[in-house]
């Protein structure tokens, strides 16, 4: 069997280090080619000396030229910037490319692997929130296949028929039902919202994330983009896509059939399960995941999202309904929101205002092509920026 050659986007992060070690595991299976990373170098450094890739890709050159010569002995050519980051993600020799870069910043690398017929195996969801409508029709134009790492979407995609063509009336689909833990502030008294700490909103109670994904968990942004990322996944309309409360983060979704069988993937939440599922599919093979211990399993509890607590969910269901550009400037707003909040600017509670506040600026628009996503994009970025100001003001 000939290995499946691999470029990881985002390797130093939570979900590209998850991808490396269930890669480890397999090394007559899988051949690493490429790996990406912002900061984090020596990550990277040692990334390359266990995987030797053929090359390795920083943001910056000043970097690059650090990495390169820590790396000067083991022959991995060492390469600066966004053009090289669409080089590595659609190179002759890759098969498949992990998208595990956050937020839009993944945007491009992840459209050049579409637009060369690669496996993507998707973990960067903003970049479909952003370019759902062109994304999904580059995937069709250029034959890519898009596999979802969002372990949400991950268990959809284990919970549909083999042959799921796009059409979920045709496979007597009636719900999509994307379970949610609720994030560490479930239960947090609502007075003591006001006053949360990016340490704790960074506290996921059942996963270990990067900082801007733990946030958007705590606000239950997260779970509207998910819902985003379902509409284009699954070709569902926003009212065939649930959410659920779901605390014990067991039951990762579940498909309701219209014969009344509901079928759900279930599993210890531990993100190594959907990605050794995607790079090995439509094989399986040991992700150093643990069995589910149902006897362990005390209780598993499902609740309806409290929206008003968390108005994150709503926004995102209103920019899937208003469509076009609005939810390019939900995400761009709620990438400036976090950042602020992360950087102690913004109270944990105006996150919700800075998106809506943007939204109502920024007028909805078509967003058929590139072009027009990058404009809602950075309207987007601009109104939010002007809203955090204005409440830094007040701070
Ligand atoms: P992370 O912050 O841990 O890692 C992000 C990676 O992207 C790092 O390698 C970083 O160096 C790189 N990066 C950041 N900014 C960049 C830029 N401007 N240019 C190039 N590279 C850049 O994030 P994560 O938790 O691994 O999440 C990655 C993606 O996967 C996100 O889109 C997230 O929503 C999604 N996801 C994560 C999880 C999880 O459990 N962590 C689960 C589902 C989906
Ligand atoms: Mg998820």
Partial sequence: MSRQRLTILGATGSIGVSTLDVVARHPERFKVVALTGHRRLDVLEAQCRQHRPRYAVVVDAADAKRLASALADIGTEVLAGHDALEYVA???????????????????????AIRSGKKVLLANKEALVMAGGVFMAEVVRWGATLLPID??????????????????????????????????????????????????ACAHPN????????VDSATMMNKGLEVIEARWLFNAAP???????????IVHSLVQYVDGSVVAELGNPDMR????????????????VASLDLFSVLQLNFEKPDLQRFPCVALAYRSLMAGGNAPAVLNAANEVAV??????????LRIADVISAALDTVPVQPANDL?????????GRAAARTCVEFFRKRL
């Fill in 273 to 288: 399960t959907p990605i050794a599922h995607a790079l090995a599919y439509p094989e399986r093979i040991e992700s150093g």
């Fill in 207 to 214: 996963w270990v994330m990067g900082r801007k994904i733990s």
């Fill in 90 to 112: 659609s190179l002759p020799e890759v098969d498949a490319v992990m998208a595990a870069i956050v937020g839009a910043a993944g945007l491009s690398p992840t459209l050049a």
């Fill in 151 to 200: 372990s949400e979407h991950n268990a959809v995609f284990q919970s549909l028929p083999h042959d799921f063509d796009g059409d979920l009336h045709s496979s007597g689909v009636r719900k999509i039902v994307l379970t949610a833990s609720g994030g560490p502030f479930r239960t947090t008294p609502l007075a003591q919202l006001a006053e949360v700490t990016p340490e704790q």
């Fill in 339 to 348: 950042a602020a909040f992360l950087d102690g600017a913004l109270p944990f």
């Fill in 239 to 249: 009212e065939q896509i649930e959410v659920v409360v779901h605390p014990q983060s």
């Fill in 371 to 379: 072009e027009a996503v990058l404009a809602a994009d950075e309207h």
